[in-house]
């Protein structure tokens, strides 16, 4: 029961002093003690009533407020029979610790309390064993298949107070029930998804159980279930594309019998996901027949009757033919013999999504196929007309991966890479074949940064930054090492920053001015440093030429 119900019962007289913000704590039981130190009879969740006989001065208030809050305790009961009143220094002690407290009415007696308490408890730890089987039968007959993920949710939280919502690998909210409330915050959700990727790669056995701020959750994977699954023989072959359920609630002292229910959850929700699923295949053919036909150098008239196909069905009721944007994303392990490419479909399709956008129908607009270690996205934009400009803004790479970073960086665990290629948009079958080399080469790009989860777009393939990756290692050393080698040496003996000196003349266009300011140094001075770069190196830092190598140099380093 919760701790606002005792203040709806009349019988029982109370009045809250403190704590309003806590009336949603758990009651799991009632202590009646008037102990100093009552600690070693708490185990968590009591109602402790108290006569205030452990009271002797206004000193004694804290201490005792303190053990119980230690404990867990749910909330405090003081009687008004002894004092007449309930003390401030008492008020005070339980404000600092947040733990609520209740003034008893000196017509109440404790054993009233206790009686209500202990029945209302025990009628709830009757009524969820009883109500089991009567639950999943409910589930059964009208959970996924006719409503999808929500309906079962909102049995959780009609039926047992628990309020749930469904998570995707990415932290993206895919469902949730009406009595959970406000959803989820993106950065909670986020979190979350993090929290339990990690777990999974860790072996931690199910249910995971975090505490973000005040709140407790539990997690519990969502696997699936279809005809076709196959038990993964390793756990990064599903760790990124398994869906999650998140409860908020604190599962570790949960009975057998709650344990299974949720498990049965999450076993309907696998149902939904994989009607999902299903639901790609046709998406997926398509993508798969266009990307073939691109990459064997079929006729742009073959390709583009693909695409008249494919374009009702990515986006039904649309007037003009769209624009096509590619995405090539690669997800690589250090070790292990994984079917990359199967894992970064998956993983696109839910990438590609709107990370605000709630609920699996959002993917339906996304075809994406494999090919080898490697998946290729095929992205309609819609246009009004045939001109190129027409076309909407399109995706971009910097913010392809901004809200998912931190969840898949957890499920990498340091041992594997996601990148991904974004091209410009295309409005014509001529321009998918450029398009999707245009993607791969972008995706190259990101491959050669640091980092596990790595993005570049076509806007970065008319930079030096697309020339750079691709210098051999042994020329990339020897060109450095004869630029920056003897100043570094310099700055290891004396200390002189040469070298943040030069990135910042560089950055600086060369500006004496500027960089001096920067640097917060004396123009004199900086002309100094700069000598001194130029004696080292054997180079001008007034000619084009040699700023242009220390530039390149300086990147490669």
């Known amino acids: 029961m919760r701790l606002r119900a005792l203040l709806d019962t009349d019988a029982l007289g109370l009045k809250l002093l403190g704590g309003e913000d806590e009336l949603d704590r758990t009651v799991r039981g009632v202590m009646t003690t008037d102990l100093r130190d009552p600690s070693r009879y708490l185990s968590g969740g009591e109602l402790v009533l108290t006569g205030l006989a452990w009271r002797r001065d206004a000193a004694d208030s804290e201490p005792f407020v303190r053990i119980l809050a230690q404990a867990g305790v749910a909330a405090l ?168 359920l998140a409860v908020e609630a604190d599962a570790g002292d949960w009975a057998a019998e709650r344990l299974d229910l949720l498990y049965g959850v999450t076993q309907l929700i696998s149902v939904e996901r994989d009607r999902r699923d299903a639901a790609r295949t046709v998406r997926r053919r398509l993508a798969q027949e266009v990307l073939e036909l691109v990459q064997t150098g079929a006729a742009p008239a073959e390709i583009a009757a693909r695409l008249r196909v494919a374009a009702p069905v990515l986006l039904p009721g649309l007037g003009a033919a769209p624009h096509w944007q590619v995405v090539v994303a690669r997800v690589e392990w250090e070790d292990g013999d994984i079917d990359g490419g199967r894992v970064a479909q998956t993983l696109l399709e839910e990438i590609l999504v709107d990370p605000v956008a709630a609920g699996p129908e959002h993917s339906d607009r996304i075809a994406v196929a494999h090919a080898g270690e490697e998946a290729v996205a095929l992205v309609p934009l819609p246009a009004v007309s045939g001109e190129p400009d027409d076309a909407e803004a399109g995706i971009l790479a910097d913010a392809l991966l901004q809200s998912v970073r931190d969840p898949l960086a957890a499920g990498l665990d340091g041992d594997g890479r996601v990148t991904l290629g974004v091209s410009a948009a295309v409005h014509s079958a001529e321009g998918l074949r450029g398009a999707l080399e245009e993607a791969r080469h972008a995706r190259r790009v990101a491959a050669a940064r640091p980092g596990l989860v790595c993005a570049a777009g076509h806007q970065e393939l008319a930079s030096h930054v697309l020339l750079l990756p691709f210098v051999p290692d042994d020329v990339r050393r020897a060109f450095t090492a004869r630029l920056l080698d003897p100043l570094r040496d310099y700055d290891r003996r004396h200390r002189a920053e040469l070298i943040p000196t030069l990135e910042a003349f560089l950055d600086c266009d060369g500006s004496w001015t500027r960089c001096a300011a920067r640097l917060h140094l004396h123009v004199n001075t900086l002309r100094y440093r700069v000598g001194r770069i130029e004696q080292l190196t054997g180079r001008d830092l007034s000619r084009l030429e040699d700023k242009l190598d220390f530039f390149l140099a300086l990147r490669m380093s």
Do not use: N
Request: charged content about 20%; some cysteine; hydrophobic content about 45%.
């Open 77 to 244: 009961a003081a009687g008004e029979a002894e004092l007449g009143s309930v003390p401030d220094d008492l008020v005070t002690a339980c404000a600092r610790h947040r733990l609520p407290l209740f003034a008893v009415h000196e017509s109440v007696a404790f054993a009233t309390v206790t009686e209500h308490v202990v029945r209302q408890v025990s009628g709830e730890r009757a009524g969820d064993l009883a109500a089991v089987v009567d639950r999943h039968r409910r589930m059964m007959t009208s959970g996924p298949a006719g409503g999808g993920p929500d309906v079962v949710l909102d049995l959780l939280g009609s039926d047992l107070d628990l309020r749930a919502w469904v998570l995707s690998p990415t932290g993206r909210l895919i469902a949730g029930s009406k009595t959970a409330g406000p959803a989820l915050p993106a950065d909670v959700c986020a979190r979350l998804a993090a929290e339990a990727l990690a777990a999974a790669r860790t072996g931690r056995r199910a249910p995971h159980r975090v505490m973000l701020g005040s709140t407790s959750y539990s997690l519990f994977p969502v696997r699936s279930t279809g005809r076709t699954a196959q038990p993964a023989r390793d756990v990064r072959e599903t760790v990124l594309s398994d869906w999650l």
